[in-house]
């Protein structure tokens, strides 16, 4: 039977639903509110699915939180782009600066699961070289951790989320093949390939996070990719990897407890100024749970509004703000794209709408600016596509009917490309209260010289490679944005970082912070396989800690 | 005299070790004119073709529908496959020596089907973007697909040349010893055949260990054709015999294996409709059972080639 996932708690009772089969349920191990446990997780995406999952298999007691609901992808999930509005975090917050950021679908979610429940699934690797940006290519900042050692937790990465991708990657150095072989690619795709070898690039298949043939993992049985073309507004039928389908589950397997509409208010910290546990809302009410070590996932905006909301006496900047870098350098990624009209149907829609990719402009450095973009193709639903029409063409009345008729032949190329770390880039908190009393975050952002030189560039480049395949009609795109980083950098020096390489923070060394918050960098790709890779190695990091005695 | 319906039905009983027309089951069956080894070997061998010649049609159904029969061409191999399905009845049930002219023509067109539509199947991969590349390997139509009507017109026209010996004769194939040739060419089709389930399951990156064996055990059953091809005649090779009777299996358990394969797409069986055609398909494994009762035939004609 169907039941509401905002009315009530699911995960409760000592069951939790089990996504892969219609009404059914797992059974979930669960903890007093009075137990001290060994972690508690603030946000159940792409940082806290994965690590819950890892850190319970190590056998830490873990319970892990989320203020969105727990949904039975199969049962909850329609066809339909306004329905699914309901995944994203569309509480309220305010934006502001030059280029304010349209926050919602494109870089929230308030779901278990986080955002990977409705991401394009885009699983890429970083350039080496960006994890050196600042030493290597002169701009940015260093990761503290290097290439090498992130090639490696990519590797179990891949593997363990299963991508499917193609058998050889034109870019960067070797790694291993892709545990599924790549899709088959849709007419966008093909045009995307078509465009590229017009203009003398490279392009592959992208490597992605849905099944191209069926699974048996640990987690659970999923089918193949039924092309359906709705990724972005929540896979019906668990082809998608995300933290739903391959972490959640195998963190309940392994014992750890997940708390469904659960809004984190505030950290507590104690006399010796460590983190003692976390105040959360829940039916109705706020309750506290004592923990041993907090860990703060909640990505760019809510990491540090949770922060900056648990300022006491003791740390009245806000927890682990001793740099004062805590909301500072908020990157978001550029998303401009162009458009086109085919003489011939291409019918985008079909099948994961990024299907073929070129990477070039990450690693060709012959350029005038910093950083790097990708592009990929396009398959937008009609919503989406008649927002792109009013919003970047002004059409409306007759000419957004007709232009609409077109929706069958139009193909278009989107770029994700690197914005630069800018402290004045922030999140800060704002007067406003939420729904749940809390002060909600205010967001500032403004594009800089190197950013508008950089999204220039890859409006010139993908426009020549669909000019180059006969589209016609182009028109471009020019204010869109996606994905979010860096309000807590990672960083080897405690006085210009948050956390340290294992996600720790310098200040409060009970207190850990796993999301794309942590990303020195955003680097000219799409971050997901990036945060869960920084979450398999904090995972290592924090079993090699707690070996030693020095957790 | 016995219906033809009732030769069918006793002569399939019979099963590749049937010699003499016996009565099984309670069927009467009366005695199957100049039931000598050579047409025995050559029965085989139509049982063979018509076995994958079956495969080919329901799969190039299967999938040129799917295809939407886009190009008129891809009615061919529906039409060459249903004929030589009809000339293997036909020879099956026939008893007599000599190769038959209609039988012989709907062999060769099979055979040649299969190489012009191995042609237009490499056509339609190059003219992708991306050309010869693993993507449209996997994804455009299969190259190796059309070759299976070659080998079925191959296996057909080799019964022809084995049923072209006279009666008491030591049977040659193109004046070689005809156990060797049908060896080694059974051998070598194997291999083709494995060739292309290995692409796709490699596709399908073996994501169920079962995937493994039609890439394992039809070539060890070719090793063993080609061994025979070139090695002693007169020789039973019962475990040779075992391991191809093993694959022949394989290819019918293949069908069911699809079949769970089927079911593990969205919807399982209750979409049929869709899966189908999404899922593995389901009459492409038997092509191996067609080759292995080749193989049978060749085996079976190198211990009766006592002069060897």
Redesign the interface.
Known sequence: MLSNPFSAPRARHGRAPDVFRHGAWVSMREHRETDEVDFAIVGTGAGGGTLAALLAEQGFSVVAFDAGPYFRPLEDFASDESEQNKLYWTDRRVVDGANPIQMGGKNSGKAVGGSTVHYAMVSLRFRPEHFSARTSLGYGADWPISWQEMWHYYDLAEKQINISG??TYPWGPKRPRY????H??NGAG?LL??GC?AIGINWT?TPLATL?????GPEG?S??C?YRGFCRFGCT?N?KRSALTVWIPRALAAGAEIRDLAMVGRIETGPSGRATGVHYHREGEWHFQRAKNVVVAGYAIETPRLLLNSADQRYPDGLANSSGLVGKNLMTQSNQAVWGRMDEPVRWYKGPPSLAITEHWNYDDNKDFHGGYIWLGQGPLPNEWASIQTGARGLWGQKLRDAMLDYNYMIGVKMVGEMLPNEANRVTLSDDLDQYGLKVAKITYAWGDNDKALIAHALEQMGRSIEAIGAKGIFLQEDDTNHLGGTARMGSDRRTSVVDADCRSWDIPNLWICDGSVFPTVGGVNPALTTQTIALRTADRIGQLAAAGEL | MATTRERLKASFLLGFRGEAPVARGGYETAPIPSKTEIVTAARRLNRAAGTIAASVLVDSAMEHYRGDFRNKAMWTPIVTSALSIGVSVHGHVDGRHGAHPLRDTVYVAAGLTGLVGTAFHIYNVTK???GFS??NL??SAPIGAPAAISLSGLMGFLGERVRDNKPGTRPMVAGLPAGRVVAALTGASLLGTTAEAGLLH????F??PAMLLPVTMPPAAAALLVYAAVGPAGVARPASRGWLAATAAMGIAGVALHAY?VS???GGWRNWR?NLF?GPPLPAPPSFTGLALAGLAALALLVDDKDD
């Open positions: 193609p058998l545990p599924y072989r790549a088959e690619l093909k390939a078509k070898e298949e191209s043939a069926p699974l048996s049985k089918p193949p039924a039928t082809a | 992708k973007v991306g693993w993507q996997f994804y490699f596709r399908g990156a994501h169920n394969g593990r797409n969205m869709q999404a």
